[in-house]
């Protein structure tokens, strides 16, 4: 199962209360006050995780409840703070909230959700406290005065922080590729890459997006994002849509494929149209991102003459011609892509 995108419920912990306790003993019958501070409620964190790839965790617990501080003791003995709860997301998971009166919200999800960002989640060990925990009450022991020398009361906790976050997953990645179902995504990443990703001659093979590493000489690579078939309407949710189009939201270069011998009967003319709409219709952002166009299936009939009719209609754009089954022009295209969005490891 991939989730990702789902709303969760936290609540922080409460603060202990202060203890209202007086020091006795064999020879201080009447001692003064000594009950100590109540511990810290613990605080809910998201922390991102290498080893953590979407969040299916939550879709089977969508709450993280932190513990609640210890109640402050004798001797000004202070409670033991609560535990945290740390839910552990991968790098990409944009944190949001319900949006207040008054506020401009940041994204308005397909039931109508106003949102506000909390957090952008991008890097290992990343770490964001969304619900601090209550503080402890204070014990008698620190309410004397010299109007009060003797307080038999002491301070209850404070709340903890509690609400609703809505988490979404945008995968990072180098290059995103966008296409239509079975214009040879998968097989290209596969090709690229050590990546592996599920490969069949049918719609919508590939249901998550897989992100593969692509290694260049001198120990430099890039990372490319297999994004799963789009169709006409996606920007309005049709068919995959804002499932997945939002994981393109962070690629620095988009390489649109398509299928240049038209063998699924439709035009790669008509699809890169169809496909440069779609993407701007989603975020105008998008169709301003460079891109490059992968005429893939250049070894099938008809693919010549359908590759012309592409440079003719996008005589500005680069057009890499291969065939990802094949291997031809795999390595001009690995070429161009070390020039473009190569680099080393951090």
Request: with cysteine; net charge neutral; proline share 6%.
């Amino acid at each position: 199962m991939f989730v990702d995108h789902i709303k969760i419920k936290v609540r922080a912990g409460n603060g202990g209360n202060g203890s209202a306790h007086f020091h006795r003993e064999k020879f201080q019958p009447k001692g003064g006050p000594d009950g100590g501070d109540g511990g810290k409620g613990g605080d809910v964190v998201l922390a991102v995780d290498p080893h953590t790839d979407n969040l299916k965790t939550f879709f089977y617990n969508p709450k993280l409840l932190a513990k609640h501080g210890d109640n402050g003791r004798e001797q000004r003995k202070t409670g033991r703070s609560g535990a945290p709860a740390v839910g552990k997301v991968p790098a990409g998971t944009i944190v949001y909230r319900e949006a207040g009166d008054g506020e401009d919200p940041d994204k308005v999800t397909d039931e109508g959700m106003a949102l506000v960002q909390v957090a952008d989640l991008l890097e290992d060990g990343q770490r964001v406290v969304i619900a601090k925990g209550g503080a402890g009450g204070r014990g008698n022991d620190r309410l004397k005065s010299p109007v009060n020398r003797t307080p038999v009361g002491a301070e209850p906790g404070e709340p903890g922080e509690e609400g609703e976050f809505y988490l979404e997953l945008r995968r990072i990645a180098d290059a995103g590729m966008v296409g239509f179902p079975n214009a040879g995504k998968s097989t290209l990443v596969s090709a690229l890459s050590a990546a592996r990703p599920k490969i069949g001659a049918y719609p919508f093979t590939t249901l998550r997006p897989m992100v593969g590493v692509v290694e260049f000489p001198g120990f430099a690579r890039c990372t490319v994002a297999d994004i799963p078939g789009l169709i006409e309407g996606a920007h309005a949710n049709v068919g995959l849509g804002h499932d997945f189009l939002r994981h393109i939201m962070r690629c620095r270069l988009l390489l649109f494929v398509v299928d240049t011998a038209g063998s699924e009967g439709r035009h790669p003319v008509s699809d890169l149209e169809i496909l440069r709409t779609e993407i701007g219709l989603y975020d105008e952002s998008l169709a301003k991102q460079p891109w490059l166009i992968i005429a893939n299936k250049i070894d099938l009939p008809e693919a010549e003459e359908n590759l012309a009719a592409i440079k003719n209609r996008f005589p500005k754009v680069e057009v890499i011609a291969i065939s990802a089954m094949e291997g031809d022009g795999i390595e001009a295209l690995k070429g161009r892509l070390a020039e473009l969005v190569g680099h080393r490891p951090k």
